[in-house]
Nanobody, 115 residues
Framework: QVQLVESGGGLVQAGGSLRLSCVASESIFSINLMGWYRQAPGKQRELVATDRRGRITNYADSVKGRFTISRDNAKSTVYLQMNSLKPEDTAVYYC?????????WGQGTQVTVSS
């Protein structure tokens, strides 16, 4: 059972930046999929970005060019750098880990972007 703890959320003005962190309870070196998902009020949870073994990244069209996912295996940590934030990025952001699809989830961190 991998436990994931997110941090770094908060309130930011449109155009600003935040960096989310997700620390895993065990080494992520052998974890194929690490990712970030988000859920806005009244909407379904959606993919934001995924990283497969540090080699292949995938982004939602809505965040391409603004968000960057990265992992530090030595620190068992995955990051999501979010730049040029927009009000529509407001959501609870969840860290996830798994093989081909997410199996383990964090508790989420709130990101609120004001206009």
């Amino acid at each position: 059972q991998v436990q994931l703890v997110e941090s770094g959320g908060g309130l930011v003005q449109a155009g600003g930046s935040l960096r989310l962190s997700c620390v895993a309870s065990e080494s992520i070196f052998s974890i194929n999929l690490m990712g970030w998902y988000r859920q806005a009020p009244g909407k379904q949870r959606e993919l934001v970005a995924t990283d497969r073994r540090g080699r292949i990244t995938n982004y939602a069209d809505s965040v391409k060019g603004r968000f960057t996912i990265s992992r530090d295996n030595a620190k068992s940590t995955v990051y999501l750098q979010m730049n040029s934030l927009k009000p529509e990025d407001t959501a609870v952001y969840y860290c996830a880990a798994g093989v081909f699809t997410p199996t383990y989830w964090g508790q989420g961190t709130q990101v609120t972007v004001s206009s």
